[in-house]
């Protein structure tokens, strides 16, 4: 509010009224020690100019008058310079105070009407004035009984202000505008305890660079745990559970379950829905716990495959190998080698070196018969090299193999042999029938070679 003139007409005499003038580019041109005493000039355009070796700031309405050695200013307008302001109220109680009121008496109040700012300004490099932050308010609804408001903080960046947080009648958004603007928040002795990656849209916990959509860097525990995808529709309790249905496709998971609900186990399980709410196939690995008859060891790891076949597929030409602690069981090369692990002797099935033997029980079989003609069987193998055609070399490997071709083998010696296979499927033949039929000539041949030679001695005694 401008001091009174008669205050002013005190200290500085008659008054010389001058005109107006742009305090933004010091038109016209004041300086110290140029002018009348009493001179004074109203601010048209406010701005800051520096007159007895202060900076001073001008408001629209301001006045700017020479003591007779320098211009001073005089508050008249509706902005004001002061160094230092404070509120200071002495009232006891709980009633709010001091109170700083920003009041916009608006006759036509609207949804996104500004109420009030309060501006951080400073100046650049360049000497500029430049506004670093500013928070303002501003009016959601104006509707009566069902007003609502909300407060923004902007910030400059790159020059420019822009809206980092938006706190508002019912929510608190950051970062509403999609800047690359990041969300630190530390904890007592984790100084990176929560973090938002806006550049990468992730989430880290514990970490500052997320490598996936949401990272913890730690343990994490879910009292309950919901596994989605387009289109899944349950999840796991804290008792282990799987609660929902299948409405549509989809898949739902069941992840480390301690004290789960099957029987008393610790279970992970996966399960494939088919769009009828019914699970159609699935995966389970049952727990130390499990102690249903069904399985003979109790502290192991069973995997079920129910519904459907369990089919172990490795991509990108990789082996699947299974292990049993720290001994590799089985290996099941891309090429189609089996190698097994070395059990060790005296086992039923495999050697010591771990090789697959046949059993082969009289007590379990009925004998039916032998071949009437191992020699003609024999002779009707055809043994020779052989390579993989182009279209399996890259799966099978490139190098010469020797052996039978399985339908020259069902040719020779029968179906028994080398069976027909499925439509599309490739042909196979039992290696123990080949050995059974050379085995039969062979035996065939020793009695020939025996009789002979009983035939060849005799003659010679003679």
Do not use: C
């Amino acid at each position: 509010m401008l001091k009174a003139i008669s205050t002013i007409t005190n200290a500085l005499g008659a008054l010389n009224y001058k005109g107006t003038w742009n305090a933004s580019s010091n038109t016209p041109t004041l300086a110290d020690g140029t002018g009348a005493k009493g001179d004074y000039y109203v601010t048209s355009t406010a701005g800051t100019q520096t007159f007895g070796g202060l900076q001073l700031f001008f408001g629209i309405g301001d006045w700017i008058v020479y003591n007779g050695a320098v211009w001073q200013r005089v508050e008249g307008g509706s902005d004001g310079n002061f160094s230092n302001v404070t509120m200071t109220s002495t009232d006891a109680g709980a009633a709010a105070a001091p109170l700083l009121d920003l009041y916009r008496d608006s006759a036509t109040p609207a949804a996104s009407d500004t109420l009030g700012e309060i501006e951080f300004n400073g100046e650049d490099s360049a000497g500029n004035k430049q506004q670093y932050a500013v928070i303002h308010g501003s009016i959601l609804s104006p509707t009566s009984t069902a007003e609502t408001g909300q407060i923004h903080f902007e910030t400059a960046t790159a020059g420019a202000s822009t809206e980092k947080m938006i706190i508002g009648s019912s929510n608190l958004v950051i970062n509403d505008i999609g800047a690359v603007f990041n969300v630190r928040i530390e904890g007592d002795t984790d100084a990176n305890l929560f973090f938002t990656d806006a550049t990468n849209d992730r989430i880290g916990v514990g970490t500052i660079t997320p490598t996936v959509k949401f990272e913890v860097n730690g343990a994490a525990k879910a009292s309950s745990l919901s596994v989605t995808g387009t289109s899944t529709v349950a999840a796991v309790n804290a008792s282990g559970t799987i609660t929902g249905s299948l409405s549509t496709n989809g898949l739902y998971a069941g992840l480390i379950v301690t004290n789960g609900n099957v029987g008393t186990a610790a279970y992970a399980e996966v399960k494939v829905g088919n769009g009828n709410g019914n699970d159609v196939s699935g995966l389970r690995a049952i727990g130390s716990a499990y102690t249903t008859s069904n399985y003979d060891e109790q502290d192991s790891t069973v995997l079920i495959a129910y519904r459907q076949n369990l089919n172990l597929v490795a991509e990108n030409n990789k082996d699947i190998q299974l292990w049993a602690g720290t001994s590799k069981v089985a290996k099941f090369a891309f090429g189609g080698i089996v190698t097994m692990g070395a059990y060790g002797a005296g086992t039923a099935t495999f050697s010591a070196a771990g090789v697959i033997s046949s059993v082969s029980d009289e007590t379990w079989k009925t004998k039916d018969g032998i071949p009437t003609n191992p020699d003609a069987m024999l002779q009707k193998l055809a043994p020779g090299y052989w390579y993989y055609n182009d279209e399996k070399k890259e799966t099978f490997g490139a190098d010469r193999q020797l052996g039978f071709y399985a339908q020259n083998v069902n040719a020779a010696i029968g179906p028994e042999a080398a069976p027909e296979p499925e439509e599309g499927k490739p042909w196979g033949y039992y290696d123990r029938s080949v050995l059974a039929v050379t085995v039969m000539s062979l035996q065939k041949a020793l009695s020939t070679i025996e009789l002979l030679t009983a035939r060849i001695v005799a003659l010679e005694n003679k």
